[in-house]
């Protein structure tokens, strides 16, 4: 059974930092791509960070570029995002998701059910 596992969320203020991971199981991690999806409230979700499977390419959305940062540590099937200089549009819950298949990015298949981030003083 594939299993992702975001941890890490939590309440923040702003101009801060915090690192989200996603521990995955149940399939070989090194072999796909991984992303980051965010849903603020009351909002859809917005596409945040996508890698390929072995880290060597990093993709973000232009509102978190230079702020946000994904990675992967293979060894541990575990994928990462550190956010920093977060605002309150930052605020939303967090998930990782897979892509389909191996050594692509096209489409998500399987999700975690993610991880709240709240960017408040």
């Known amino acids: 059974e594939v299993q992702l596992v975001e941890s890490g969320g939590g309440l923040v203020q702003p101009g801060g930092s915090l690192r989200l991971s996603c521990t995955v199981s149940?399939?070989?991690?090194?072999?796909?791509?991984m992303s980051w999806v965010r849903q603020a409230p009351g909002k859809g979700l917005e596409w945040v960070s996508a890698i390929i499977y072995n880290g060597d390419r990093r993709y973000y959305a232009e509102s978190m570029k230079g702020r946000f940062t994904i990675s992967r540590d293979n060894a541990k099937n575990t994928l990462y995002l550190q956010m920093n200089s977060l605002t309150s549009e930052d605020t939303a819950v967090y998930y990782c998701?897979?892509?389909?298949?191996?050594?692509?990015?096209?489409?998500?298949?399987?999700w975690g059910k993610g991880t709240l981030v709240t960017v408040s003083a």
């Open positions: 149940g399939l070989f991690f090194d072999a796909y791509g």
């Open positions: 998701a897979k892509f389909r298949l191996p050594g692509s990015l096209y489409g998500l298949d399987y």
